[in-house]
T-cell receptor, first 114, second 114 residues
Framework: AQSVSQHNHHVILSEAASLELGCNYS??????LFWYVQYPGQHLQLLLKYFSGDPLVKGIKGFEAEFIKSKFSFNLRKPSVQWSDTAEYFC????????????FGKGNQVVVIP | DTGVSQDPRHKITKRGQNVTFRCDPI?????LYWYRQTLGQGPEFLTYFQNEAQLEKSRLLSDRFSAERPKGSFSTLEIQRTEQGDSAMYLC????????????FGPGTRLTVL
């Protein structure tokens, strides 16, 4: 079964700072990768996803993520954060051919200070 | 709003009582998933349906848990003889058809067992 690791569970940064959240997964086969975001008081929303093609994917609100197959990583980045980016961010992976369950990391709680 | 809806949003119950949650997926979505999320963790897969058929269950789904999707539309998740360890957020998600299709999440039902 696949597993997902997210580090630095609590991140505090100032507006305009750059953000990078790491995500590593363990699974040897073809996977689809996702970043979900949960804003305070709201439900999980899709931020971006990678299925195939260009390993650099762009999502909503200026976020992007890079899939590096050799490193089993799918790191999330944003060059300049805003106060409204305060949220919890979850990386998730699903096996393309295997079971049908999304495996989530523990999440990163990001707080942006105005 | 045509997203995934869940009812109730909050449920407080006493240990030993039975509870039932409902999920209404996005209308054209054939797949429906249940996840559980506890504090400081990402969502964990419980079970999923392809139309009305329950095709996969996690080991987390003990005998006290049962899920149905009788007409391939809404789904219910029942927990019998609740225990304090059942306190969590129960999330429902739906997707179009394939295992790798994006899953869209509802707001969740927060269960507190006293």
């Amino acid at each position: 079964a696949q597993s997902v690791s997210q580090h630095n569970h609590h991140v505090i940064l100032s507006e305009a700072a750059s953000l990078e959240l790491g995500c590593n997964y363990s699974y040897g086969g073809t996977v689809n990768l996702f970043w979900y975001v949960q804003y305070p008081g709201q439900h999980l929303q899709l931020l971006l996803k990678y299925f195939s093609g260009d390993p650099l994917v762009k999502g909503i609100k200026g976020f992007e993520a890079e899939f590096i197959k050799s490193k089993f990583s799918f790191n999330l980045r944003k060059p300049s954060v805003q106060w409204s980016d305060t949220a919890e961010y979850f990386c998730a992976v699903i096996s393309y051919y295997g079971n049908n369950r999304l495996a989530f990391g523990k999440g990163n709680q990001v707080v942006v200070i105005p | 709003d045509t997203g995934v809806s869940q009812d109730p949003r909050h449920k407080i119950t006493k240990r030993g009582q039975n509870v039932t949650f409902r999920c209404d997926p996005i209308s054209e979505h054939n797949r429906l998933y249940w996840y559980r999320q506890t504090l400081g963790q990402g969502p964990e897969f419980l079970t999923y349906f392809q139309n009305e058929a329950q095709l996969e269950k996690s080991r987390l789904l003990s005998d006290r848990f049962s899920a149905e999707r009788p007409k391939g539309s809404f789904s219910t998740l029942e927990i019998q003889r609740t225990e304090q360890g059942d306190s969590a957020m129960y999330l429902c998600a739906s997707s179009l058809d394939g295992a790798a299709d994006t899953q869209y999440f509802g707001p969740g039902t927060r269960l507190t067992v006293l």
